[in-house]
Structure formats: structure tokens, C-alpha cells
């Protein structure tokens, strides 16, 4: 959904290929020739819990770009998934963009002709997937998702006495 990067970085930051081609599919140009040639998709963003499924087929997400939108918290996920229809059912556009974050975050803004969608999620640059894999993981057997901190090692001065070691501020 958002800057189409060169080839090998799409999977690298797979919000940014879906913000792109949402946009492409979902702005005021090409909302009535998504609305006129694929009605069924559109209809089938009136039911719940098919925001992946649809944004897949239309979209033509790879394997990263489904896996991120998985790993957007349902909720979150349906609240996108019910503004998109709710707009596209007026016949507003849709702009979405997207920011790198802590956490999962969604704003919504009707200006009247257009809904603009901001998301903000977390983004690893070597692959997101992998990392909400597993912290879904650790999170469903119970283990800390939490890191440990690092131990900070005392160094050793010219004169060979040990400095220190520093604390947390």
C-alpha cells in the first residue's frame, strides 16, 4: 500500500507496496472502474473479517503484504475494513498512508468527497513477518515478548583499574 520501492525492497516494508497500489485502486480515478468491474469484491468488503481476503485478490498482495495486514489487531482491522466499504458504498475515494510506529495506530479523516486512512505500524527492515510471527508465538505459549537488557561489560583502564559500570538513568 504505499511507495512502490524498487523490486527488491517490496518486501522489505510490505505496508509501503500495499499504500501504493491501494491508492492506485482506490482514488478518485480509479474508483468507478473498481467499483463497475469488480463488484462482488466490493460487496464482499460488506461482510466481516474479509478486509485480507479482498485486499489479496485486488490488490494482488504477495506473501508479506497478507502477513502484515494479518498482523494488524482485528479490531483495527475491521475498522479499516468498514470505512473502506462505507466509502466506497458512497462513493468517496480512499487515500491510505502509512508511518513506521511502535505500535499498531489507525486515523480516519472524512473530508466529504475523500476518506484518508492513516496507519502506523511497527516495521523491521529485515522482515516484519518473521518478527510478528513470533512474537505470536511467544505471546500464545506465555513466554515474555518483553528483551531482556543488555548486560554492559566493565572496562578497563590504562592503568588497569575497572571503571564503573553505569545504571539506567
Known amino acids: 500500500m ?9 518486501s522489505d516494508m510490505p505496508m509501503a507496496t500495499m499504500v501504493q497500489s491501494a491508492n492506485n485502486n482506490l482514488g478518485a480515478g480509479s474508483l468507478p472502474r473498481l467499483v463497475t468491474e469488480n463488484p462482488k469484491e466490493v460487496a ?24 502484515y495486514l494479518q498482523a494488524i489487531p482485528s479490531p483495527l482491522r475491521e475498522a479499516m475494513r468498514a470505512a473502506i466499504y462505507d466509502a466506497l458504498s458512497d462513493g468517496q475515494s480512499v487515500q491510505i498512508s502509512y508511518s513506521p510506529h511502535y505500535d499498531f495506530e489507525l486515523r480516519f479523516t472524512d473530508y466529504g468527497e475523500a476518506l484518508s486512512i492513516h496507519v502506523k505500524g511497527p516495521f523491521e527492515t529485515a522482515s516484519p513477518g518473521r518478527a510478528y510471527r513470533a512474537k505470536a508465538k511467544r505471546a500464545r505459549s506465555g513466554k515474555s515478548t518483553a528483551r531482556k537488557p543488555a548486560r554492559r561489560k566493565a572496562s578497563v583502564r590504562k592503568t588497569g583499574a575497572k571503571r564503573p559500570q553505569r545504571r539506567g538513568r
Not at 464482499?44 to 485478490?57: C, H, I, K, Q, S
Open 2 to 10: 504505499f511507495l512502490k520501492c524498487r523490486r527488491e525492497r517490496e
Open 44 to 67: 464482499a468488503l460488506g461482510r466481516p473479517g474479509t478486509l485480507v481476503d479482498v485486499a489479496t485478490r485486488v490488490l494482488k498482495l504477495d506473501a508479506a503484504g497478507r502477513s
